[in-house]
């Protein structure tokens, strides 16, 4: 069996140039999947509000909600390392909050990190605090959904040089409080870049070029399976919103028709028992269709 992922595991990634392969799961066989195909980092993302659960943003995802989904995540894992996304308003309290919603993805989901969005100071208190008692965070920087009303819709980050300079600036601090990797989302690929070669912390990016220590996306839109939107910076590997649709309605149709389930996918009735049972409703031994099996 090979050795479990670690923070350690992604340090050593970046200074061997070799990218780090991180997806997102909100259930277990989804994460099961992502495991045996060797996914270094699995993110419960709260992005699971809007694929999962049909929300218009990742806003309305509680605690509680998070928990039980990393929960689900943390069963099928048995190699890579597994951040649970901190909610809107589940951080940006006050650390005391921060810190106990934080555990709780530690204590009660077995979680090896959590991820929180933007450098705020409550942030950067947040991470200090949480690393010093021994849980890894992950920051998140550019587009951040969780803002996306005060940036005015899902947009790019650090198209202007003031912009790209705040950018590396969040970032140079979310290093010295402590984060053991930061998502780049929606961030131009050059600036990702120039960010990236001067953190010693390995960046994530999606949508943010190639220039980044390794790159994330939302599994089901790597799928093909959430259709709401396809953003630009995705890849579909697959279409399996197509294949699902085709598949449920040939079982529909089989259904309708009587052609499942057949004998192969029932279970046989032994034809003594059959006779017993007629015994026992007192129908006549000649008479076999009622029970027939
Ligand atoms: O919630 C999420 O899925 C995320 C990724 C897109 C990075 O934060």
Do not use: W
């Not at 806003?59 to 909600?65: I, K, L, P, Y």
């Not at 021994?134 to 940036?151: A, C, E, K, R």
């Amino acid at each position: 069996m090979s050795k479990s992922v670690s923070t350690l595991t992604f340090q050593k990634y970046k200074q061997q140039g070799r990218k780090i392969v991180c997806l997102t799961a909100y259930d277990y066989s989804t994460a099961k999947i992502l495991d045996r195909a060797g996914v270094d980092l699995i993110l419960v993302g709260d992005s699971l509000a809007m694929v999962a659960l049909g929300h218009q943003t990742t806003h309305a995802v509680t605690m509680d909600e998070m928990v039980h989904h990393t929960r689900a995540v943390t069963r099928g894992v048995q190699q890579a390392f597994v951040v649970a996304d901190l909610p809107f308003m589940s951080y940006q309290v006050d650390v005391i909050q921060a810190i106990t919603n934080a555990g709780r993805f530690i204590k009660e989901a077995q979680a090896h990190a959590v991820k929180l969005e933007g450098a705020t100071r409550l942030n950067l208190e947040v991470i200090e605090r949480l690393v010093g008692m021994g849980i890894p965070v992950m920051g998140h920087l550019g587009f951040t959904p969780q803002s996306i009303h005060g940036l005015g819709g899902t947009r790019v980050q650090g198209r202007s040089a003031e912009e790209a300079l705040k950018l590396l600036n969040d970032s140079l601090a979310l290093e010295k409080a402590g984060v053991f990797s930061i998502v780049f989302e929606m961030v131009p690929a050059a600036v990702a870049t120039m960010i990236t070669r001067s953190l010693t912390v390995p960046t994530i990016g999606i949508g943010a070029g190639n220039g980044c220590d390794g790159q994330i996306l939302v599994t089901d839109d790597l799928l093909g399976k959430y259709t709401d939107f396809q953003p630009r910076f995705v890849r579909r590997y697959a279409n399996l919103a197509d294949v699902c649709h085709k598949a449920i309605s040939a079982y529909a149709e089989d259904v309708r028709n009587s052609s499942f389930p057949d004998e192969t996918e029932s279970f046989a009735f032994a034809e003594d028992e059959a006779e017993r049972l007629r015994d026992l409703l007192g129908e006549p031994t000649e008479n076999h269709t009622e029970v027939s099996c």
